[in-house]
């Protein structure tokens, strides 16, 4: 069973619509994150959650929001979908409490078309 | 930004052969990370240096890092076909409260032929 999971997988909508992705992980770590990927491009951080009580602003967060409903779940809203975040969204996490939190740990990401 | 640049974007060899990639970055960094991704498929762990190491292995897989030059190569030794993929940097600095920020290069994509 995957450590760190991601839905829905793909989805399709269409601009203006309201979206929610969600993660989820068993790790019992600490810090959660979402990045989102462009074709052929690397991965830029949209935001980042130390813990339930602590969200951060990450380098592309215009236009989106986050909820950490619980330590195991952090969720990535667009509350206006757009074209131009189409994109493979990614939800990683990391556990610096237990001194190896310097490697991220990343679902298996969500394919999301806004048409 | 991107601080982490990748060279080369796309390399294709054959089998057997030895695979090198290269990742160049701008500002200082606590530690720079290897990472794989299967086409479409989240990425996966390979392997950490921290910036006061200047080699590491990990079974077929060597990283050195030179901080003088902010640079750092991943070398696979011995390519088979399953090692297809594209290959990230990271480079990791510490945000405030003890986390860490990964920013990513755009990858390399190795294509290992039979």
């Known amino acids: 069973d995957a450590d760190v999971t991601q839905t829905p997988r793909n989805r399709i909508t269409k601009t203006g619509k309201r979206i929610m992705l969600e993660c989820s992980q068993t790790?019992?770590?600490?810090?959660m994150y979402w990045y989102r990927q462009d074709p052929g491009l690397g991965l830029q951080l949209i935001y980042y959650?130390?813990?339930?009580?602590?969200?951060n602003k990450g380098e592309i967060s215009d236009g989106y929001s986050v909820s950490r409903q619980a330590q195991a779940k952090f969720s990535l809203s667009l509350e206006s979908a757009i074209p131009n975040q189409t994109a493979l969204y990614f939800c990683?996490?990391?556990?610096?409490?237990?001194?190896?939190?310097?490697?991220?740990?990343f679902g298996p990401g969500t394919r999301l078309t806004v048409l | 930004s991107q601080q982490g640049e990748e060279d080369p974007q796309a390399l294709s060899i054959q089998e057997g052969e030895n695979a090198t990639m290269n990742c160049s970055y701008k500002?200082?960094?606590?530690?720079l990370q290897w990472y794989r991704q299967n086409s479409g498929r989240g990425l996966v762990h390979l392997i950490l240096i921290r910036s006061n190491e200047r080699e590491k292995h990990s079974g077929r897989l060597r990283v050195t890092l030179d901080t003088s030059k902010k640079s750092s190569s991943l070398l696979i030794t011995a390519s088979r076909a399953a090692d297809t993929a594209s290959y990230f940097c990271a480079t990791a600095s510490i945000l405030s409260q003890g986390a860490q920020k990964l920013v990513f290069g755009q990858g390399t994509r190795l294509t290992i032929n039979p």
């Open positions: 959650s130390f813990d339930v009580k602590d969200i």
């Open positions: 500002t200082s960094i606590n530690n």
């Open positions: 790790k019992g770590h600490d810090r």
């Open positions: 990683a996490t990391s556990d610096l409490t237990r001194g190896r939190g310097d490697t991220q740990y």
